[in-house]
């Protein structure tokens, strides 16, 4: 494994990206205020304002989705949030690899799956008909990913989460999801945490000595 040295420069050009987000939002509504009534957000509070009893209207036919109107904006600005939002998470991987050289397909997997996810919660968001239906197809394609390591499966998470949170307009989420992924791995993998086990805070964790062998 490659010693982690030298991240101040990547990390600071991440979080610099990050912060830059919400700036270039304020500033795109300043310039465009009716552009707010497109912008992804406030899913989270329309989710828990619904209750059980709104599952009994939904039809087994889906009403149609008018995505030339405002579902539609509102979708090609969540689908280029996630984009935004998982680019620093593809940067993440390619700092902490292992490997010299990295899987070209996994990071593309890494940026392309969020806009996927997306589109699949915006549909099934107003029908639990097509969410069953959904689920019947992905069965039936049995789609199989093999991932080389099993660290991998944390960036398709986070790629899913950020996708599933831009789809049901739930962009701050997304947001928080993606920086804490993104911080918290660099920074275990800068502290090699878990790499040395005999360390007075972890042989008193343990319970190993500093004379003790692996088994």
Avoid: C
């Avoid at 920086?179 to 972890?202: D, E």
Wanted: aromatic share 12%; charged share 10%; no cysteine.
């Amino acid at each position: 494994m490659r010693t982690a040295t030298r991240l101040t420069g990547p990390l600071f050009l991440i979080v610099t990206y990050y912060l830059a987000l919400p700036v270039l939002v304020w500033a795109v509504v300043s310039w465009l205020p009716g552009i707010a009534t497109y912008l992804p957000f406030g899913g989270i509070d329309a989710l828990s304002q619904s209750n059980a009893a709104s599952l009994e209207i939904i039809q087994t036919i889906a009403a149609p989705i008018n995505f030339a109107g405002l579902e539609g904006i509102t979708l090609a600005i969540a689908i280029a949030s996630a984009v935004l939002l998982s680019l620093p998470v593809s940067w993440v991987y390619f700092i902490t690899t292992r490997s010299k050289e990295v899987d070209r397909s996994f990071a593309q997997t890494i940026v392309v799956l969020p806009v996927v996810v997306a589109g699949i919660a915006t549909i099934v968001q107003h029908s639990l008909a097509l969410a069953f239906s959904l689920a019947g197809i992905v069965a039936a394609v049995r789609f199989r990913f093999t991932l080389t390591q099993p660290a991998h499966a944390l960036y398709v998470f986070v790629s899913i989460a950020i996708g599933l949170a831009a789809g049901i307009s739930a962009l701050s989420i997304a947001y928080v999801v993606a920086v804490g992924f993104v911080l918290v791995n660099l920074l275990l993998w800068r502290a090699n945490y878990g790499a040395n086990l005999t360390t007075p805070f972890f042989s008193f964790l343990t319970g190993r000595g500093f004379d003790d062998n692996d088994l």
